[in-house]
Nanobody
Framework: VRPVESGGGFLQAGDSRRLSCVPS????????VGWFRQSPGKEREFVAA????????LYGDLMRNRVSISRDKAKNTVYLQMIGLEPEDTAVYFC??????????????????WGQGTQITVSG
């Protein structure tokens, strides 16, 4: 399965944005789907993850109070809703999928399949 992200763009501080992730060539069934972000010179950071089948959620401390992850099984899509975006949130946002144990959802090394990322740029 190859995750494909969409929804990036150029935003103003305080804006909201919803990112989408769909599984090209497969399904997210049996997988955990995570969102990560990476800024230049920084390591990839965990934002949130969701278990596709049971719907269990995990949020990282990075954007905990400003993001919401969800999935729509009918549309075969995972969403990341972000609010109150700031310039510090400027990054490439990646969607990843894998059979990841619950203790490791925040560890990007554990995910097998990655999208190419979608750029979020926030100006102040």
């Amino acid at each position: 399965v190859r995750p494909v992200e969409s929804g990036g763009g150029f935003l103003q501080a305080g804006d909201s944005r919803r990112l989408s992730c769909v599984p090209s060539g497969g399904t997210f069934r049996f997988y955990t789907v995570g969102w990560f972000r990476q800024s230049p010179g920084k390591e990839r950071e965990f934002v949130a993850a969701i278990n596709w089948d049971q719907g269990f959620l995990l949020y990282g401390d990075l954007m905990r109070n400003r993001v919401s992850i969800s999935r729509d099984k009918a549309k075969n899509t995972v969403y990341l809703q972000m609010i109150g975006l700031e310039p510090e949130d400027t990054a490439v946002y990646f969607c990843a999928a894998g059979g990841v144990g619950s203790d490791y959802w925040s560890d990007y090394h554990r995910y097998d399949y990655w999208g190419q990322g979608t750029q979020i740029t926030v100006s102040g």
